[in-house]
């Protein structure tokens, strides 16, 4: 079992930048792929980033990294859009999963125009 809890979110204008940042807990925190995702009010929750790839609509403006020693991954989110308007979730999938298995509750950001 992995336990993950965002923070870090909060309102923002347009233009400007927020650290995401998700802890995690319970077992060995190397052996999982980590991402981001984010659900927009009206909208399905969609892919944001992984270490490997991320989103057309963020390359350029996020970044993922992880600290293995501190179990935690980050997201940096720069020029932000009105449109990153969103609850942001991380995930957290066993190297052998096909999907994500472990979520945590989300943390909120807004992006005001």
């Known amino acids: 079992q992995v336990h993950l809890v965002e923070s870090g979110g909060g309102l923002v204008q347009a233009g400007g930048s927020l650290r995401l940042s998700c802890a995690a807990s319970g077992r060995t925190f190397s052996f999982y792929d980590m991402a981001w995702f984010r659900q927009a009010p009206g909208k399905e929750r969609e892919f944001v980033a992984s270490?490997?790839r991320s989103a057309d609509s963020v390359k350029g403006r996020f970044t993922i990294s992880r600290d293995n020693a501190k179990n935690t991954v980050y997201l940096q989110m720069n020029s932000l859009k009105p449109e990153d308007t969103a609850v942001y979730y991380c995930?957290?999938?066993?190297?052998?999963?096909?999907?994500?298995?472990?979520w945590g509750q989300g943390t909120q950001v807004t992006v005001s125009s």
């Open positions: 995930a957290a999938r066993a190297v052998a999963s096909t999907g994500y298995d472990y």
């Open positions: 270490i490997t």
